[in-house]
Structures are given as C-alpha cells and as structure tokens.
C-alpha cells in the first residue's frame, strides 16, 4: 500500500512536470509554468558579464544609442537601445522588454526588473548635479510596495563636486557625488560625471561613436534604484 | 547569447526577492497561536496584517491555530486542538477534538512610560474548553527584555484565583457555536506574568507564571500540574519562521512550529512582468494635424488592426474600437492583469504610439465578460505630461463614469474560439476526527468555448491519482435534508468526475445593471440554473444584487446524472426532501481602507431561511481574508454541532508565488463543521467581484499600477 502511494506520488509529480505546458489557454495558472521552470529550468543559467567585443558588435549593428545595465548585486548585465524620449527622459529598453528611463544620466524609473522604481522627484537634485555645484537637495523616489501600494521615500542629498575624470580616451567629466540620507531607509551615494562645459552628464559619457555610453555611474544607481524587499 | 543569458539572470534575480519579508518585528507566539509567553498571552500585537499559522504539542495536546491582524489594534484566531486520553462523550478513539476563536484587542500602545495593555476573548464562540478571558500588559523594559503581567478569568484563573464577579459554568457545551456571554469574565480572577528575553535577533528566552491549572484535561485525562512556572525558548530562523521549546507545569515538554506571512509583503514589489511600451509624445503639429480625417473610416480599420497587435503582445484584447476626430474608444478584455489599473495603464501606451495625432482624448471601457463594465476616460496630453510623474497625478486627471450607450459594438473575428488546459488539481477535506486533513491530487482537463466573450460553455474533467478523501467513513446524522453532509459518498465515489460544465450567459440589460445565466452542473453536487441580478453604480461603494437557483441534486458519480431532492440519513433511515428553488437578496458594502461588508437574505438549499454575514478585508494586490456567519429558522440542536454555519475565507492571488500578473486566485473556506443548514451554492462567476473590479474604487486603490 505504502509502495503503491509511493508511486502514486511519483506519477503525480511526473505529471505535473509534464502537464506544465498543456493548453492553449493563456489564462490558465501561470503557477504550474513558475514551478516547472523553478523544477526543471533555470540552472542553466550563466551571469558572466557582457565582454567589450560583444558590446562592439552591438554598437556596430545599430545607430540607436546603447546602454549597458548592470547590477552588481544580482551579477547580471543587459545591453538596452533608446527606444523613446518624451521631454528630457530617455527610455531605454532591452531585447527582453525591460526598461530604464534616464533624465541626462540620472534614472528616473525602471521596468521589469523586479521592485522597480516607478518615478522620482529629482529636479533640485539634477540641478545642483548638473551645474556642478555644492549644495543640498530634496529627492524622492517612489515604489511600489509586494501590496501594490505606493511607497514615497524622501533623501536629503548633499552633492559635492570632485575630480575631473576621463570617461574613455579623449572623453572626460567632472565626477560629482550625490550622497542622499533619509531617517527611514539606508543611505546611498551616486556620482555622476558631467561634462567639462557644463553639459548634461549623458550627452558627456556618450560623445563619439565608438564610445557610446558606458555609464558606470547609471549602472551604480541602478542598484539604488531597485527595491529589495 | 550572452545578453540573453544575462538578461534572464536579471528575471531569475527579482524571481527570487518573491517571498523576502520586510524586516517588521513579528513577537514570540504562544501555545494558543497568538503573541504570547508559553501559554500565557502578552500585550504585544504582531504587524498590520500578519498572518501566523502555528502547530504546536505540549503533552497530549495538538494546537494548530491561524491567526490574522485584522486591524492594527485587533487579531482574531481560529484554533483546531486534539487532546489525547480525554475521557469525554465526544472523544473519537480517546481524542477529543476541539474548534475555538479568539479575538484580542489592544486598548492602549506602548509609550515611554505606559505598557502596551491588550484584552483578549479566548474560545468565546466554541465549546468553552479553553474558556478565559484577560486583560494583559507588557512593557519593553530594555531593547530586547520585556515584562508581562495580567488578571486572567476563566480558565486562566484555575490556579491561585480570588473572588470575582458572579459565577461561572465550567460545562464543555456539546454543540458549541455560540457567543458565551454568560461567561465574559465572570467567576474567579487570578494573576498571571513573565518576562522575555531575547539577546539577539534569533534567539528568546522565557520565563512564566501561569494562571492556568489544567483542571479539566488533570480531570479527564492524563495531565499532571506540579508547577505553575514555565519555561520556553525560541529560534527564529532567517525566513522569519520560529521554532519554540518549552517545559510546562513542572512535568511535561513542548514544541511549537510558527510561521508568519503578511500580504502587504509578500511577493515580489511591483512584479517581474516586461516593461510597457513608452507613452510616444506628439509635437505640436501632430497634434493639430486633421488630414487623415478624409479618410477615417480607411484609418479606423488600419487603426484597429494595429492596436490589436500591439495590445496582444500586451497580454490583452481588442473587444471594440472606433476612432473619431478627436476621441478613440477601446473596449478592451483583459484576462492578463490583476489591477485593472496596470490594464488600462497598457492598453493608453499602446494608444499614444497608433493613434493619428489629433485624437486628445481615449476611452477605454473595461469588458467584463462581454459585458461593458464602466468607461475610463484619460486625456492623451496628460500621457505625455505625466509619464514620469507620481500615478496619482494622472489619477486625478481620470474620469470614471459607466460605460456608454454607443460602447463600440464587439469584433467577433476570433470567434468561437476554443481553449483547453490540462493540470493538476487538488481537493480536500478538514477537521475529520478520523483524519483532520484529506487530500485529494490529480489531473484536471478544462475547456471552454466562447461562442462571443459574453457566451461562454466551460466545464473541466478531473482524475484522482493520489490522496484520501475517499476514506472517509464516518456517518453523523443530521435533522435536515443532506444537502451537504453526504459529501463522502461524493468523495468515494465521484472519480473521475465533472466539478461543473455550464453554459453561462452575460449582460447588461440597463445603465448599472449586469447580469448572469448559468445552466448546467453548476457545482460538484448540484445542477440547474442560476440567474443573477447585479446592480452596481460605478463610483459607488454600495451594490445590490439577487440570485435565483433551480437545482437539483447530482448522482454522487459527479458525472451526467440527477438523483432528485431527496435524501436519506444513514443514521436514523429518514427520508427528507428540499425544495428545487432557492435564492438570496445580498447587500454589499465597502467600507473603505480595504474592509468590505456583505449581506445575503434568503433561502438556502435545505430550505431554510435566514441571512449570512460576511466580513473581508482586501488588499490591493488581491489577497483577501474573511469570516463569514449564517444564521437560519434552524434551531441550534437541529443544526447539530457548531450551532450555525460559519468560517473563515482565504483568497491567495496566483501572481504571489510566480511575481507575474493574473487575475487567477484560489480560495480557501475553512467552516469549523460542514453542516446542511444555511449551505449556499458554490457558484463560480457571480457578478459583484468581477464587475467592482472595473469600478472607481478598485481602480483606485491599485492605481500605482497605472505606470507598472
């Protein structure tokens, strides 16, 4: 009897493995697919960093601007292509339909990456960064909460210029650094590099062809800029 | 490949934030599943929402309780206890089981100086076995070491108790079910108090005197009281789960397995799903620009075809379209998105990058299953202006109203259309004496064919491969017409069976009127029609609805046959009848801040007459936990156990465990008995919860979703 159950048990589980993709009906459980891919698929996966060369292929095959998105903490990195812009906000998106909207470098708001950053109160704060000025600011990021209830959390950041640096051969900006605090959530610094001119930070990493964006800075704000529950 | 690989890191990264709690302080729980010493309660109360599930034994007894915070201040608990070698008439095999609630309230929070002060109702409603009542206070002395003292009642004042008010029964009540009011502290008083310590974030320590003797498991069972001290002990685990040790009354060991979730912070914040497609802004001379008009009706149907297109790659369906000069109009069917919000959100990206330039303003009117359920009007400027704003900016530039006489008329270019599916599926059954949980797994194949989106023919074949639902033997006689308790001869010998194969129709016959037709097997156990009459404005908290059934009872197969209305009890071999029609008048409230309120009047299927209660709070991301209670002409003793039908309702949204949108859930009934009075059908696609969805208040509370 034991046995029996046993096998029983077995053949249920083979079952649900192979039942996970039956049907046409896209409004079925989508738990049965999770829980196949959390089974049988997903192991397979590698995070090694996108090399220099495949960067370059990308850049060759295409005259949209690129981004390159990392975020450390999950060791992951996609290329993303401007797909739209809507006032100063840049959105750009990769090949598996995630997004990221920059306003001259400074992100603004992300899709599809899991604990998203829905939109920011960063006016003051791009001002002082894009003057290169000293100063303090108010910036407010907002998300969504696991209930699906918006979460407002306010930083007072206080922006210092520093050293000018070169972004690639023949390209350089002055590194300003924006460390926000706030009495609820940890603290977080970016530093953004902005032009020697006085351009937007952006414009700045992007100039030239070949050496479009490679935003280090976007991509440490990134990390910021996704919510960990 | 590369990119590839990376990209689904990313997806299989936020995958993994599913399930993360938010580091909120969840207190010790005690032996009775609620925050607590190591059986005696303490003044601390658990984070809004939090839903504790324990399993605990000390001596011969098995607690397994779920608690919810209902409100910040209140928590309420369902407890099932089986105490071993209890000599008592209801004892199956020397267990006696038992069902109580709880319900606990804070009266005053924590301060610097004041302690936090709870009263708590325990087992107010059940038997009386576990009968007490307290008033508790608990101050945080140190981070980390905290006080407790109290005056219990009851069963809490069986040890070293003194004089109170009035006298108390101390009877366990055969039927249970009711309100003990007569014993709300009454009798004896006796104080009780601890402290706990805990040094670090995992570990507890603590330390208890308590009130409580044991006189009626030390009488009827095995149980030795030496001492009134306890000592206990708690690891909490990096998932927030705990696990708790104890020595009780100088003469026996405990262990107790908690595990706490919270909806507001479980899941993945904001989902996993792709991105939407960016608003496409206009400049100024697309906006003014009127050339196309020439040709609209050209334009409306390449229009169409496009935005077809895209809200299909969007997970969502063009039901309807017409274009004007300044105005588009969608009727949109969204099977995908669980807010509404998110929905409508995807369907206006969509909008802004088709639409010829003049057209300012969009209309997108929700289908309910065909059915045209409220108008969502968004001026496309506003898009533009206010995509990277805060949500609630466009939520105040949104106009709600119903849907429309001239709603576009549906496009039927994909229908009928047929879809299938093949999973598992699970039954069960609970608080069996012989087997307090059964379970039932297997295979489901469901069809449905959408003759048009609003005539829908669905029904599902389910083969068992595993479980025991079958097993159950127990016969209990009931003074009704068994129009639920047989369900173990539907258990043995429904398999494979057909749950239900309906034919269901849709409308709106009026401005805020919907309605429903369902023929078939309308349930496992009963076929028939039902009709359904919803009236429900759309800015509106307050609906009103009627149902009508004709049914007639299934062959306990659960395949094609009707066996007639009328039942014979295996007990006493009488035959019952009941009546083929019956029907509610239900009243719906939202109250606001997520709680919701509703009334059936009516008769229900055995006959008789009366109302049912039910309570819920939900959450914007769909979750949603309720107590229900029905009261009929049925006389408690002809009810039998449990005195009146009543439970607990769990709804879990599907896109919890997978970070992905539905609109899926599954729902979890709990009642403490399964009886024959006040039994509703469980009909499946009743109006008011689909159609609400659609309305100004639920398109509101999720709004962040707008942007997502």
């Known amino acids: ?229 | 490949m590369a990119r590839r690989a990376g990209i689904a890191a990313l997806l299989a990264g936020a995958t993994a934030l599913a399930g993360a709690a938010y580091p909120e302080t969840v207190p010790s729980y005690n032996l009775y599943g609620l925050p607590g010493l190591v059986d005696m309660p303490d003044a601390n109360m658990s984070p809004d929402a939090t839903l504790g599930l324990t399993y605990g034994r000390m001596g011969t007894a098995n607690r397994g309780s779920v608690s919810f915070q209902i409100a910040p201040r209140l928590v309420g608990t369902f407890r099932y206890t089986g105490i071993g070698s209890f000599d008592h008439r209801a004892s199956v095999d020397g267990v006696y089981y038992d069902r109580s609630f709880d319900l606990r309230f804070q009266l005053l929070t924590e301060g610097t100086w004041r302690p936090s002060v709870v009263v708590g109702l325990q087992d107010f409603i059940g038997t009386g076995i576990y009968s007490a009542e307290y008033i508790v206070a608990t101050k945080t002395i140190t981070p980390g070491l905290q006080v407790t003292g109290g005056l219990g009642w009851g069963r809490m004042a069986s040890y070293n108790g003194f004089g109170g008010f009035g006298t108390r029964s101390e009877e366990i009540l055969d039927e249970g079910g009711k309100p003990t009011t007569d014993r709300w502290f009454r009798g004896d008083i006796a104080p009780f108090g601890g402290v706990a310590w805990s040094p670090d974030d995992r570990l507890t320590f603590k330390l208890e005197y308590s009130s409580d003797q044991y006189d009626l498991e030390r009488e009827n069972s095995t149980f030795e009281h030496n001492s009134p001290i306890n000592v206990g002990m708690d690891y909490r685990f990096k998932g927030g789960s705990q696990l708790s040790l104890y020595y009780a009354y100088g003469s026996t060991i405990g262990a107790q397995y908690t595990y706490t979730m919270n909806p507001k912070t479980l899941g993945v914040p904001g989902g996993v799903e792709t991105a939407p497609l960016p608003i496409k802004p206009r400049t100024g001379a697309e906006a003014r620009d009127l050339g196309w008009i020439s040709e609209l009706a050209a334009t409306e149907a390449t229009t169409q075809t496009r935005l077809a297109r895209s809200l299909k790659r969007e997970k969502l369906e063009l039901e309807g379209f017409r274009l004007e000069p300044h105005r588009a109009t969608l009727r949109l069917r969204n099977e995908t998105y669980g807010a509404t919000s998110q929905a409508v959100g995807r369907a206006a990206r969509s909008m802004s990058r088709i639409m010829p330039g003049s057209v300012e303003e969009f209309v997108i009117i929700p289908s309910e299953n065909g059915v045209p359920a409220s108008a969502i009007t968004l001026r496309r400027s506003d898009l533009e202006a206010l995509e990277n704003e805060a949500a609630t900016e466009m939520l105040v530039r949104t106009r709600f109203d119903e849907a429309p006489a001239d709603t576009p008329k549906m496009d039927l270019e994909d229908y009928p259309k047929f879809l299938w599916s093949l999973a598992p599926y699970y039954g069960y059954a609970t608080f069996d004496p012989d087997g307090p949980l059964r379970l039932d797994l297997g295979v489901s194949l469901r069809g449905t064919i959408e003759f048009t989106p609003n005539i829908v023919l669905s029904g599902s074949l389910n083969k068992k491969i595993v479980g025991n639902l079958d097993d159950v033997t127990r016969e209990s006689e009931s003074k009704l017409p068994r129009v639920r308790t047989d369900y173990a001869e539907y258990a043995r010998e429904a398999d494979p069976k057909i749950p239900r194969l309906t034919l269901g129709l849709y409308g709106k016959p009026a401005p805020q009127l919907y309605s429903r037709l369902t023929l078939g097997y309308l349930e496992p156990m009963y076929a028939g029609a039902s009709a359904e009459l919803l009236w429900k404005p759309v800015d509106s908290r307050f609906a009103l609805g009627a149902e009508i059934n004709y049914v007639e009872r299934r062959d306990f197969d659960m395949l094609f046959g009707l066996q007639g209305n009328e039942t014979t009890d295996p007990v006493t071999g009488i035959t019952r009848s009941f009546p083929h029609v019956n029907g509610h008048v239900s009243a719906y409230y939202d109250i606001g801040n997520g709680y919701n309120a509703q009334l059936d009047v009516g008769r229900y299927i055995a006959g008789d007459t009366g109302a049912t209660v039910t309570l819920t709070r939900e959450f914007a991301n769909g979750w949603r936990i309720g107590a229900f209670a029905t009261k009929t002409d049925i006389s408690a003793k002809d009810f039998g156990e449990g005195s009146f039908d009543k439970g607990l309702i769990f709804t879990i949204p599907v896109s919890i465990g997978t970070g992905q949108p539905s609109r899926n859930d599954s729902t979890l009934t709990i009642r403490s008995v399964q009886r024959d009075g006040g039994a509703k059908l469980a009909i499946d696609d009743r109006l008011y919860e689909r159609i609400r969805e659609n309305h100004e208040p639920d398109v509101a509370a999720s709004w962040g979703r707008f942007w997502r």
């Open chain 1, 1 to 229: 009897m034991k046995l029996k159950t046993t096998c029983r048990a077995a053949l249920m589980a083979g079952l649900i493995a192979a039942l996970a993709g039956c049907g046409n009906d896209d409004r079925r459980d989508p738990i049965y697919d999770a829980a196949y891919a959390s089974l049988f698929g997903g192991g397979d996966e590698d995070n090694k960093p996108i090399s220099d060369q495949e960067i370059a292929a990308t850049l060759a095959a295409t005259d949209l601007p690129v981004i390159r998105l990392r975020i450390e903490e999950r060791k992951s990195e996609a290329v993303a292509f401007e797909i739209e812009r809507n006032g100063e906000h840049r959105t750009y998106g990769t090949a598996s339909r995630q997004a990221i909207v920059l306003r001259h470098g400074m992100i603004t708001a992300t899709r599809g990456l899991g604990g998203d950053l829905m939109s920011v109160e960063e006016d003051a704060l791009l001002r002082l960064v894009r003057a290169r000025s000293a100063g303090q600011a108010r910036f407010v990021q907002r998300f969504l909460t696991p209930e699906d209830v918006t979460e407002v959390l306010a930083y007072s950041c206080t922006v210092t210029p520093q050293q000018q640096v070169e972004v690639t051969p023949g390209v350089s900006g002055m590194a300003v650094r924006a460390a926000c605090s706030s009495e609820t959530e940890p603290d977080f610094a970016d530093v953004y590099i902005v032009d020697a001119g006085g351009r937007d930070p952006r414009r700045a990493a992007m100039a030239g062809r070949d050496h479009r964006l490679r935003h280090a800075a976007a991509a440490a704000a990134l990390i910021n800029a996704t919510r960990h529950a």
